[in-house]
């Protein structure tokens, strides 16, 4: 990508300061990033080795525990290594990219989350039509879009940044190439740029996030009509939806709605979207289904088998 800027590369501060504190974090977040691999990889195999993939809510969990891995591993290994090591320079190519993939890969995983609710609904509101209207088709079109959606979303943030000068300092007050960031380095009035990112990331989230919470009370109201154990049953797969789209949205809004002047905890809030949720949803997901966890057993049971047959 062409740099017209007078900067070439980029320093990441970072979260710490202290010697002794960035070492304690670059274990926590080495654990931390085991076990969303661990985690995430033990689902997507789980499901796809066992009769759930027919199932639409457990297809869409498998796209998700996989979207959690590949947009964790944008972030947290440039972050562990920053927390060693004196360097944390980042090109300016790379800067961009790590910012269009963050982006992008945030946008589908919150576009499956939708897909999610929209199966969640469909099941609990429309039980008769269900197999009809979330067929397999429908799903792959649902997880096509969200894909098409994202890329356009990151790719316009991309662009955004691309075509603003850069002419120093070049010290970015994060641990990622975030686009509020980058904003503050920017040598020209930002005040448009701002908006657009509010328009276009806080706005999208915020609004999304406002439907996802219609349809979980839509759901709750139509839950009146059912038998109380189809009501534990589906309080429970919707408490688990719930949590997930809090842990996720909620920090994104705190930190793209604000306008850049109010924000001052955006580090601390992207710890959420870009950590912590991601290391929380295999735990939240098998802990609450039994289905998940009878399906691991029969899984992991079989292959072990056959590793010491």
């Known amino acids: ?60 969990l498998c796209h998700l525990s996989y979207m959690d891995l590949a947009y964790t591993s944008t972030v947290v ?10 360097q944390k320079s980042i090109s300016y190519n790379s800067c961009m990219t790590q910012l269009f993939t963050a982006h992008f890969l945030s946008g589908v995983e919150m576009f499956i989350l939708v897909s999610m609710a929209f199966d969640r609904y469909v099941a609990i509101c ?22 098409l ?67 979980y009370i839509v759901i709750l109201y139509n839950l009146r009509n059912h ?3 189809a009501r534990c049953k589906a309080l429970s797969t919707c408490a688990s939806h719930v949590m997930v789209v809090v842990l996720f949205f909620v920090p994104c809004i705190a930190t793209y709605v604000p306008p850049p002047s109010a924000s001052q905890n955006d580090k601390e809030f992207s710890m959420f979207y870009t950590v912590i949720a991601p290391m929380m949803n295999p735990l939240i997901y098998t802990l609450r289904n039994t289905e998940i966890k009878n399906a691991m057993r029969k899984v992991w049971a079989a292959k072990m088998f056959l590793i010491f047959k």
Not at 77 to 86: E, W
């Open 227 to 229: 038998s109380s154990d």
């Open 77 to 86: 290994p440039r972050l562990l290594r920053d927390l060693i090591t004196k």
């Open 149 to 215: 959606v994202a890329f356009l979303h990151g790719i316009s943030q991309m662009i955004m940044v691309i075509r603003l000068p850069f002419c120093g300092p070049n010290q970015v007050d994060h641990y990622v190439c975030d686009v509020k960031a980058l904003l503050k380095l920017v040598c020209t009035d930002t005040h448009i740029p701002n908006i657009l990112v509010i328009a276009n990331t806080g706005m999208v989230v915020l609004a999304t996030f406002l439907v996802l919470v219609a349809s």
């Open 126 to 147: 429309k039980p008769l039509h269900y197999m009809i209207i979330v067929n397999r088709q429908r799903c792959n079109t649902m997880l096509l879009m969200a894909w």
């Open 1 to 60: 990508m062409e740099n017209q800027n007078n900067v070439t590369e980029f320093v990441l501060l970072g979260l710490f300061k202290k010697p002794e504190v960035k070492m304690i974090c670059f274990i926590i977040f080495l654990l931390c990033y085991f076990a969303i691999f661990f985690g995430n990889i033990i689902i997507f195999i789980t499901i796809i080795c066992s009769h759930l993939i027919q199932q639409p809510m457990y297809y869409f």
